[in-house]
């Protein structure tokens, strides 16, 4: 069975950091794209960053571009998502996700969902 457990949410002031964790069990996560969405109330998932199995690549919304830095360690089954410079607008649920291929921001070409965690950041 395929679990994936978000962690490291919070509330932080504007300008502030957190890193958020994703640990992975039940897959050969060198086999698997790892993600990481975010969702606000009333809207659509939104893609924020991908990661290949081998680390080789990364994607990143534009918006979130010099701010957020996605990584994993294979050796541990973790992917983190470290933000840096939040703003009230990262504000959301941020939900952890893997498949079988490299990223993309399409919702349901991914196998695997997180719970998420919630980010909230004041101005």
């Known amino acids: 069975q395929v679990q994936l457990v978000e962690s490291g949410g919070g509330l932080v002031q504007g300008g502030g950091s957190l890193r958020l964790s994703c640990a992975a069990s039940g897959l050969i996560v060198n086999w698997y794209g790892m993600g990481w969405f975010r969702q606000v109330p009333g809207k659509e998932r939104e893609f924020v960053a991908g990661?290949?199995?081998?680390?080789?690549?990364?994607w990143y919304l534009d918006s979130v571009k010099g701010r957020f830095t996605i990584s994993r360690d294979n050796a541990k089954s973790t992917v983190y998502l470290q933000m840096n410079s939040l703003k009230p607008e990262d504000t959301a649920v941020y939900y952890c996700?893997?498949?079988?291929?490299?990223?993309?921001?399409?919702?349901?070409?991914?196998?695997?969902w997180g719970r998420g965690t919630q980010v909230t950041v004041s101005s």
């Open positions: 990661i290949s199995g081998s680390a080789d690549s990364t």
């Open positions: 996700v893997a498949r079988r291929g490299i990223a993309t921001a399409s919702v349901p070409k991914w196998d695997y």
